[in-house]
Each structure stands twice: as structure tokens, then as C-alpha cells.
């Protein structure tokens, strides 16, 4: 199988990363695979692993764009951004039926929105992320699960971890612990938190400073540990001036090897974003590690945080940067419990997030696209069983974590039916933007 991952481009996003994990997932897997990026970056590889290609294609017009991807005589094209490029996915159907192709169209869109026409969905085949952006987004378009995979939605789970030359680990021994610790600038005795990201302030809470701090007051213990924090309207300045060498950020990178050496180094990551955003940059590329994540929920905006902690497990959700605080005075005073948790996360996420499992998924999704009844694929089978079990936990467990009393159970239960609305939904996103002050 010949299938072109389309990449916004070759920058240090989680999203163009994703196309190239994938694409050297195919590739190991036998199949051939090339990745197509509209614009330069780190990611962009002159000699990337056996059976893929990378390719710069700078060109605006989306007709002449598609017919450069279509020159690559796909069996499959698989476009990755942030929601469904429709006039690229209009211009790939045109030159589709001038040439006579065959290439089925497949679209990833990373937040899981809908398209802005239905008619979009005659056009091609979506591969969320997750069982909760199915979920979601078969709510948003007024569907049933099974509707929602007979207009052709699918689902691949989140995009995994890479694994690193050497393997970075919460648990290996204390000696290559303590080394790893001593190179990133970290005591090797502290309880060491903080999570990774990119130097934007939209990537961070804007309760981030807040968060750091609190975290350094619970216990002389506690060491913050980053990369990316920004300075701007996060207050890294202010953070550096008063902790001094117990806040240590690094600047942002796409070298997922010392990407892996900070995850390595934590003991728990501390999670808070303003678009709630946990792709592999993030919760399960930590988890991969052996790193357990203490994640805020956000209703609003979540993009898949809870389907992936599960709770006592390989982290945990929470409603409250206060939540998180108590959890890891939880964890500081419980190291026992605190290693248990660490092999349980890395066991999970090897279990489930590892290339070679999302590439089986990913193929056996193109396979079940060419069918004339998907729903016959035992594929489609697996993911409908598991999107009604989560389904039928997820509304139960928010209201529990953020309802303390029955006006504010009342009142959750009302936000979680009107944001299961897309109209609704957008609304309340602006409504939110609005009182926030941001636009």
C-alpha cells in the first residue's frame, strides 16, 4: 500500500509530527510511505527510515497541490491539520475524477470538529484521535456511533511515543537516573514536576504561573521541571527570580530525545492547557516513559485527556489546579505508591500506544474504508464497543469530579447536554473568550 501522510508542514507541531511517526510506522510495517509538508522545517528529513520519503511541495493553489500529491500515485492520502481542509479536500476529489484515481481520501482532524458542510463528508474518510473525539463528534453532527461510521468516521488511538536510542525511562536504575538529572540541571533527590510545550503563551494556562508556584510551595521537595515555558504573559521571569534553581526550563525543541530525557526525569507531569490539547507531545509520549500525568479536566475543551488518564492508574483528572496540589502531596508522601504507578503507566501506554499498534489500527481503517459495509470490519466492531463504554461513563465521571453539591451537579449537567450541541458548544467557547477578556 502507497500512502501519502499530508502535513501542514515540517515545523515542530504535534501535528506534523504525528504524519511522520505514522508514515514511519507504514513504512516499518512494509507498506510504502511518503509525507508531504507545504513548508520547511525541522521535522523535514533528506534521508528519513526505510520505506518512507519526505517532500517540500511550496505551493499555494490547492488545485496544483493536489495534483502534486496525486503525481505521488497514492493508494491512500491522509491529510493531518487542525480541522478538514475543505478546499484541499475539493480539490483533491477534482483531480481525483479528471485522473480517474482510486486513492481514498482520508482526513484527520486533530480538535475533531465537524466540517463546515456535510457535503465534505461525501468527499472523504475521517480518522479521529481517540474514542472521545468520536464521541464527540458524532454528538456534534447529530449521529449514533454507528451513523457516524457509515458516513466514514474511524478512529486510530492517540499518536504514540517514539522510542529513543538509548531507551529514557521514570524507571531506569538510580545511578542513569541521577546522571540524566545532573545533565538537564535537576537535583537528583527532588520531587521533580512540570510538563513540556511550546514557547506560546496559547499553549499554556494562563493560571501556569499560579500553578508552579503553588506547586513549589507545597514542599521543599518540589522542583519544576520544563520545556518551553514562555515568558511572555506567563511570568517565566518572575518564576526564575524567585525559585532560582528549583525552576529549570528548557527552550522549546522537536529533539524528541531530550524531549524523552525531561519526561524521564519527572515524577508526575502537571497538566493545564488552555485548549486542554494532550496529543503525543504530551500525556501519552510521558507515558511512554513510565511518566504519570495529573491532567485538568475541561468539558469545554478537552481533546481527549479523559479517555486517556485513568485515574489511579497512569495519573490522574482533575477539576482544580487545588485537586492537582493534593494529589501530589499524595504522591510526594507515597513512594511506594508513586513507582507502582510509574510501572503501571509505562505497561498501559506500551500496551496500547506503541507505533506498531496504532499502524495496525491505521491500515485496518483504510481497509475498512474500502469496504461497502465498514461496519462489517471487525475493526469497526472494536471501536464501537469501545466508544459505548466510554460513552457511557463519561458524563457520570465529569459530573463526579466537578459537581460537589446538587445546584452544582444541576448545573454541570446542564453545560455538559448544551456543549454535546456544536452550536451550542461554540457559543459557549466564545461566551468564554468573551468574559476572559480574549478574543
Same mark, same amino acid.
Given at each position: 500500500?502507497?500512502?501519502?501522510?499530508?502535513?501542514?508542514?515540517?515545523?515542530?507541531?504535534?501535528?506534523?509530527?504525528?504524519?511522520?511517526?505514522?508514515?514511519?510506522?507504514?513504512?516499518?510495517?512494509?507498506?510504502?510511505?511518503?509525507?508531504?509538508?507545504?513548508?520547511?522545517?525541522?521535522?523535514?528529513?533528506?534521508?528519513?527510515?526505510?520505506?518512507?520519503?519526505?517532500?517540500?511541495?511550496?505551493?499555494?493553489? &490547492?488545485?496544483?497541490?493536489?495534483?502534486?500529491?496525486?503525481?505521488?500515485?497514492?493508494?491512500?492520502?491522509?491529510?493531518?491539520?487542525?480541522?478538514?481542509?475543505?478546499?484541499?479536500?475539493?480539490?483533491?476529489?477534482?483531480?481525483?475524477?479528471?485522473?480517474?484515481?482510486?486513492?481514498?481520501?482520508?482526513?484527520?482532524?486533530?480538535?475533531?470538529?465537524?466540517?463546515?458542510?456535510?457535503?465534505?463528508?461525501?468527499?472523504?474518510?475521517?480518522?479521529?484521535?481517540?474514542?472521545?473525539?468520536?464521541?464527540?463528534?458524532?454528538?456534534?453532527?447529530?449521529?449514533?456511533?454507528?451513523?457516524?461510521?457509515?458516513?466514514?468516521?474511524?478512529?486510530?488511538?492517540?499518536?504514540?511515543?517514539?522510542?529513543?536510542?538509548?531507551?529514557?525511562?521514570?524507571?531506569?536504575?538510580?545511578?542513569?537516573?541521577?546522571?540524566?538529572?545532573?545533565?538537564?540541571?535537576?537535583?537528583?533527590?527532588?520531587?521533580?514536576?512540570?510538563?513540556?510545550?511550546?514557547?506560546?503563551?496559547?499553549?499554556?494556562?494562563?493560571?501556569?504561573?499560579?500553578?508552579?508556584?503553588?506547586?513549589?510551595?507545597?514542599?521543599?521537595?518540589?522542583?519544576?521541571?520544563?520545556?518551553?515555558?514562555?515568558?511572555?504573559?506567563?511570568?517565566?521571569?518572575?518564576?526564575?527570580?524567585?525559585?532560582?534553581?528549583?525552576?529549570?526550563?528548557?527552550?522549546?525543541?522537536?529533539?524528541?530525545?531530550?524531549?524523552?530525557?525531561?519526561?524521564?526525569?519527572?515524577?508526575?507531569?502537571?497538566?493545564?492547557?488552555?485548549?486542554?490539547?494532550?496529543?503525543?507531545?504530551?500525556?501519552?509520549?510521558?507515558?511512554?516513559?513510565?511518566?504519570?500525568?495529573?491532567?485538568?479536566?475541561?468539558?469545554?475543551?478537552?481533546?481527549?485527556?479523559?479517555?486517556?488518564?485513568?485515574?489511579?492508574?497512569?495519573?490522574?483528572?482533575?477539576?482544580?489546579?487545588?485537586?492537582?496540589?493534593?494529589?501530589?502531596?499524595?504522591?510526594?508522601?507515597?513512594?511506594?505508591?508513586?513507582?507502582?504507578?510509574?510501572?503501571?503507566?509505562?505497561?498501559?501506554?506500551?500496551?496500547?500506544?506503541?507505533?506498531?499498534?496504532?499502524?495496525? &489500527?491505521?491500515?485496518?481503517?483504510?481497509?475498512?474504508?474500502?469496504?461497502?459495509?465498514?461496519?462489517?470490519?471487525?475493526?469497526?466492531?472494536?471501536?464501537?464497543?469501545?466508544?459505548?463504554?466510554?460513552?457511557?461513563?463519561?458524563?457520570?465521571?465529569?459530573?463526579?469530579?466537578?459537581?460537589?453539591?446538587?445546584?452544582?451537579?444541576?448545573?454541570?449537567?446542564?453545560?455538559?447536554?448544551?456543549?454535546?450541541?456544536?452550536?451550542?458548544?461554540?457559543?459557549?467557547?466564545?461566551?468564554?473568550?468573551?468574559?476572559?477578556?480574549?478574543?
Amino acid at each position: 500500500m502507497r500512502v501519502v501522510q499530508v502535513v501542514p508542514g515540517f515545523g515542530i507541531g504535534g501535528t506534523e509530527k504525528a504524519g511522520c511517526v505514522l508514515a514511519e510506522g507504514l513504512g516499518a510495517a512494509g507498506h510504502e510511505a511518503h509525507v508531504v509538508g507545504r513548508a520547511p522545517g525541522p521535522r523535514f528529513l533528506e534521508a528519513p527510515a526505510h520505506g518512507v520519503r519526505h517532500h517540500l511541495i511550496e505551493e499555494a493553489d &490547492d488545485g496544483r497541490y493536489a495534483s502534486a500529491i496525486h503525481d505521488l500515485a497514492p493508494d491512500v492520502i491522509h491529510l493531518h491539520g487542525g480541522d478538514y481542509n475543505e478546499p484541499l479536500i475539493s480539490a483533491l476529489a477534482s483531480v481525483s475524477t479528471v485522473r480517474g484515481s482510486s486513492a481514498t481520501v482520508v482526513v484527520t482532524p486533530v480538535f475533531g470538529r465537524p466540517p463546515a458542510s456535510r457535503e465534505t463528508l461525501s468527499k472523504c474518510h475521517t480518522c479521529l484521535i481517540g474514542v472521545y473525539m468520536l464521541y464527540r463528534q458524532r454528538l456534534w453532527m447529530g449521529m449514533t456511533a454507528e451513523q457516524a461510521m457509515r458516513h466514514g468516521v474511524g478512529v486510530v488511538r492517540i499518536n504514540s511515543f517514539e522510542r529513543t536510542d538509548p531507551p529514557q525511562s521514570t524507571l531506569d536504575p538510580v545511578e542513569v537516573a541521577h546522571a540524566r538529572r545532573r545533565e538537564l540541571g535537576v537535583p537528583e533527590d527532588a520531587f521533580v514536576v512540570g510538563r513540556i510545550g511550546r514557547d506560546t503563551p496559547g499553549k499554556w494556562s494562563a493560571a501556569s504561573e499560579q500553578i508552579v508556584n503553588r506547586a513549589l510551595e507545597s514542599s521543599e521537595k518540589v522542583v519544576w521541571l520544563s520545556i518551553g515555558y514562555p515568558a511572555e504573559k506567563r511570568g517565566r521571569d518572575r518564576l526564575e527570580a524567585r525559585w532560582g534553581e528549583r525552576f529549570v526550563n528548557h527552550p522549546q525543541t522537536a529533539d524528541f530525545l531530550m524531549l524523552a530525557k525531561v519526561f524521564a526525569a519527572m515524577d508526575v507531569q502537571l497538566f493545564f492547557s488552555l485548549f486542554g490539547e494532550c496529543f503525543s507531545t504530551t500525556i501519552c509520549e510521558a507515558a511512554g516513559g513510565g511518566l504519570p500525568t495529573i491532567a485538568g479536566a475541561n468539558p469545554l475543551r478537552d481533546n481527549g485527556q479523559s479517555e486517556q488518564i485513568i485515574d489511579g492508574l497512569n495519573g490522574y483528572l482533575v477539576s482544580s489546579p487545588e485537586q492537582a496540589f493534593e494529589r501530589v502531596s499524595e504522591l510526594v508522601n507515597a513512594p511506594d505508591k508513586l513507582q507502582a504507578m510509574k510501572q503501571a503507566t509505562h505497561d498501559y501506554a506500551h500496551a496500547r500506544w506503541t507505533t506498531p499498534t496504532i499502524t495496525r &489500527d491505521l491500515v485496518a481503517f483504510y481497509e475498512a474504508c474500502k469496504m461497502h459495509d465498514p461496519l462489517a470490519s471487525p475493526y469497526s466492531q472494536r471501536i464501537l464497543a469501545e466508544e459505548a463504554e466510554f460513552a457511557a461513563g463519561y458524563r457520570p465521571r465529569m459530573l463526579k469530579l466537578l459537581a460537589e453539591g446538587p445546584f452544582e451537579r444541576l448545573k454541570w449537567n446542564a453545560k455538559l447536554r448544551a456543549v454535546a450541541n456544536w452550536n451550542l458548544h461554540r457559543l459557549a467557547v466564545q461566551l468564554k473568550r468573551l468574559s476572559s477578556g480574549r478574543r
